[in-house]
């Protein structure tokens, strides 16, 4: 079946770093890709999005591109801020049951000041 | 405009007893789903319910359940409630199920 794998966490980076997160996935269809967000006690924010191949999605000053050759929608940010601590999910659900989503294990990320 | 709304935040039940969790999706959105959100099996798709109906359904025992009224509000039941039920529950709604869920904060259930 459809899976999504993510890297393993947690990534701690200082102030205005670089980030990367990497995400692959399986899915026999023509998947949508997604990143959420998780802050401490809170639920799923959607955080960008991407629907076909090459399509890019980008939010906040993330960006993830829709790589259909490698698989891939990994997540990046020139310059990371404290307030991006949180855990992100890569997602993906299929064109033919959008409500069934499908998610990677999370990243937790720290940032140091 | 208001989000996803879920009542309770938190809940704490004993082992044996039932729930009933509630979920107001965004006003306008048909199609609400529910995930169950662990640190063991991180987070995993209940059902979705779309005009009253559900939609789709995860693997999940019969023990959850779901509805859907004509206002599109949307209620999970779980019945007798085992440890293993302690997780994180996420309602998430759309407006006809395209891509793109916007999620609630969540309803914490402790099962002791």
């Known amino acids: 079946g459809d899976s999504v794998t993510q890297m393993e966490g947690p990534v701690t980076l200082s102030e205005e770093a670089c980030l990367t997160i990497n995400c692959t996935y399986t899915a026999t269809g023509y998947p949508s890709l997604f990143w959420y967000v998780q802050y401490p006690g809170e639920g799923l924010q959607l955080l960008l999005k991407a629907t076909k191949a090459d399509d890019k999605g980008s939010n906040k000053g993330f960006e993830a591109t829709y790589r259909k050759e490698t698989t891939s929608f990994h997540l990046e940010k020139g310059s990371v801020q404290v307030s991006d601590s949180a855990v992100y999910f890569c997602a993906l659900s299929d064109y033919s049951s959008a409500s069934k989503i499908i998610f990677g294990s999370g990243t937790r990320l720290s940032i140091r000041p | 405009k208001a989000g996803v709304t879920q009542t309770p935040r938190y809940l704490i039940k004993t082992r044996g007893q039932q729930v009933t969790l509630s979920c107001s999706p965004i006003s306008g959105h048909r199609s609400v789903s529910w995930y169950q959100q662990t640190p063991g099996q991180g987070l995993q798709f209940l059902f979705e319910y779309f005009s009253e109906t559900q939609r789709n359904k995860g693997n999940f025992p019969g023990r959850f359940s779901g509805r859907q009224f004509s206002n599109s509000r949307s209620e999970m039941n779980v019945s007798t409630l085992e440890l293993g039920d302690s997780a994180l529950y996420l309602c998430?709604?759309?407006?006809?199920?395209?891509?793109?869920?916007?999620f609630g904060s969540g309803t914490r259930l402790t099962v002791v």
């Open positions: 998430a709604s759309s407006l006809a199920g395209e891509a793109g869920y916007t």
